[in-house]
């Protein structure tokens, strides 16, 4: 046990005196620094942007005078996405998602102004996040920090001595793996405490930002993925013959597993299901709502029976006669079937998309960057479900929105048809207050566990594949 | 002696092991590139395709209301990709290329995105301009890190210098060499680009591979001022690796994370709702002065009756248009911050080579921001156009029947095309030729 102590403790003054450890740890400080008060700046301007514009639309919406109620259901409302405090820590994929969508009744339109359309190609770099310092350069760090480790004991035969004193292979991977991860905490904290300072710093966090729990997860997570990184080094540093052929390895991996996997994984998920672009959805849409039935066609068979069926079942024999206003009935009728056509075909893109995904999330078994990465994100509130849950909310709001307007109309709206004339319909504008404003919620932790348990399995796995490592290389390990 | 320097050089198994992963890679990323335009190819298709169904289904149910039927009529405007887009996909995943637009208000409909799973457009794409900018200076490193390194720490330095008169022609035609290998790599998959995907060899397919190729000299400019600072091995592999991890994936996202803090664009918004509010309002305001601001802009409809009925077209689409009208100045105001932005970034990034390439393939390739806002730009004609077509049509109620529907197919637009070739060649030039020359004044300074 000392051994692994004296052996962790010796890695970490071999990393304190080599000329390298003060500028790259200066730089990463630096680094840390760019990245917080960039991602400061944005979420606070962000949200004080969209909230502003939020209120102002409902301020317009109530401003309305008394009117039929289906000008309000083409009125509208807007639903801003409202970001969460931790995409301080990592944007992920929020700058390529739509953050406003116009609701109104028979439509459901995109969620437009994402990010990436107001943005050139650097974009596509990748954005400086915190996460993004720590999913890909602080592997890189660790990487150099800890390639030379035992491959060059092993070059200057200093590893032979040591085994002659007494170590093991498991006593000296073990000892240089926690030595190279305090050296990795060391960077972690920074990153911890900006991100910890910068929630802090918000007066106006809500309650279901579940910001405890969320900020636990990806801080356990963080320690699991560095420890695993640790551990790879070292491992890697043990078998190799010399500290050259160790780094390039590991400058291999790196590659592989920050760079090329994620960005080559993610186009064969999309390559195998391919997902139909907007005019083929639109389409499929349409032609779906055609053949339940057209509002919008005087001969359409199902309004045609549905009309003959709600005369029969109000007893009466004309639309005057009924004791509601039967176009509010028909349009709630519409709205409700198109929104149900709508929905399943959404359903079924999103599945599309999941598929797509999936081929990344399983990836995480291979690939720890990619686990870590869905982890961070996902629990940032910046992932794939953070988004549809966006999306759907708006879409529940457009739909009640919708469908109130059309029960006013029923109710306040007389079936009697008025001569040019006549002074419109209306009903009086405080329905409009009454109907509350759209509130962005964020998604509660279950909901994100459930999401994401394939990635917090995987970097448990990682957790224990990594012991099993030290012993498998230990087992196997020479001392030439 | 450089032929038998060069057999030396490509005899070596990890040398063919790297070329062959680099081709592959380039290979990939050709067919991604190709994936992409057959996509975008197959809904232009199918663009067309529905737009004659969907006119023809809308004029079938409603005969005798123009103003109705063109409430929901929607014409395709399309900016189609050149083939060369399939080696610089930019943002072209990004921004809908295709619109459909109705003669109703415009600001309410261009700025609709497509639908896209956003993990897709995170992860990005592995297309050729990716290969060249992030991975090709990879392969550099991994051919020069130990050039002079190696020779010193195997002790055959000081027999070069014996052997050769000038050390420094020993280095540069090692690194001669490998140059070589990798222009041919390059020139290989620019060919084999140009052959799968048919892209035509013109004045934008020079500029591509022009680009490209200055931006590997920079890299072997790189290598070289590294080299001559006399490092040993690892540290060379540290500092190169360094400037690849700074130029490849630092300075990219420092750029950008300046660029969205300081210019949130909340205009996007104001348009958004100034739009919404600048119609809908006209409902509840006296129709005269809506239709007499409409006839300011527009005095040649002046005659058509719009006081008679209660409801009439002319009215409607009025009213529509001023929400345009009210919105113009939000919507100029996002487009000027929009500007700015692409401005921003492209000042940065000329001073960077990998930015810089980057911008300028995705320029030369018109799949850029500045393309995307030309694009967006020219929507405001194409809609015009449209309306001024339409408009007598509505606001005289003309018989559907009377009008060739089948002429109404969807309208191109084509961006102007010219390569700024100063502004292309002259940033990599001049980096290139200060990395080389203060290598050499290096070298010559201390030559050990």
New interface residues.
Partial sequence: MSNIKLIAVHFIKTVWKGK?IVPIYLVWLA?VL??V???Y??YT??NE??K??QA??RQ?WEA??D?HPH?MA???S?A?RVKHPLSMFDN??E????N?V?LEAHKQ????????????????????SLA?LLQ??LP?ILF?LGF?AVAQQRENATLKILVSQGATFKQIIWGNSIGLFAVAVAFLLPVLLSTLTGIALQSTTTADAGLFIRCAVIGAGAIIFLWVVSVLAIVISAVSST??SA?LSL?GMW?MMA??L??????I???VYP???????Q?AV?ADI?QQG?S??PDDVHFKKLKDSVLRANKVDSIQQLPFNYSGYIMQEGERMSAQVYNRHLQQ?HTI?DR??RV?YNAAFIDPFIGFKNITMAFSGTG?SA?LSFQQQAEKYRYDLAQTMNVLQMKYISNKKLS??DK?YSIDKSHWTSFPDFRHRYQSVNEIIQQQWVALVALAAWLLLSVILIHFTAAKATVI | MYKLAFYNFIRSRSVWIALVLFFAAGMVSILIGRQFLLKQEAAIQSVTRSQQEHIGRNVKYIKNEFGLLMYYLKFAYINKPAPIAALAIGQQDVNSNIQALTVRGLEAQRYDTDLYNPYNLMTGNFDLSFVITCLFPLLIIAFNFNVLSREKEGGTWPLVKMQSLQPMKFILQKLSIRCIVVSALLLSLLILAKLIVGIPVNAAFGAYAIVAFLYVLVWFAISFLLIVLHKSTSVNALLLLSAWVLLCLLVPGLINNYVTARYAVPEAYSTLIKQRDGYHTKWDKDKDSTLQAFFHEYPEYRNYVWNKPSFNYLWFYAMQHMGDAEAREHSRAMHQQLRQRSRVSATAGLFFPATHAQLQFANIAQTGMPQHLQYLDSTVHFHERLRRYFYPKIFGDSAVDSEHWAQHVPVYFHAACNVQWIQLVLPLLFTGIVLFGAGVVLFKRNPA
């Avoid at chain 1, 700058?95 to 739509?98: E, L, N, R, V, W």
């Avoid at chain 1, 994620?262 to 186009?267: G, R, V």
Wanted: charged share 15%; net charge positive; hydrophobic share 40%.
């Fill in positions: 390298v680094l760019y990245a008060f960039t991602g700046a944005t301007r962000q942007i969209r502003e514009y102002r639309a317009s309305n005078p009117k000008r083409h009125f509208g807007f801003f992920g994929m700058s390529y998602t739509g406003a116009y339109n995109t969620a437009n102004y994402s990010e990436a359309s107001f943005s050139t190609g650097l974009l596509r770099f990748g954005e400086l993004m890909t350069l890189l150099f030379n500290g050259r780094l400058l590659l760079i090329v994620p960005k080559t994984l993610q186009a998920g999309s390559y997902a139909p672009g907007k005019i083929q959805f389409a349409e055609l057209d919008h066609n893109l998309y797509q995904n990344s794939f988004f040019s004339t419109p």
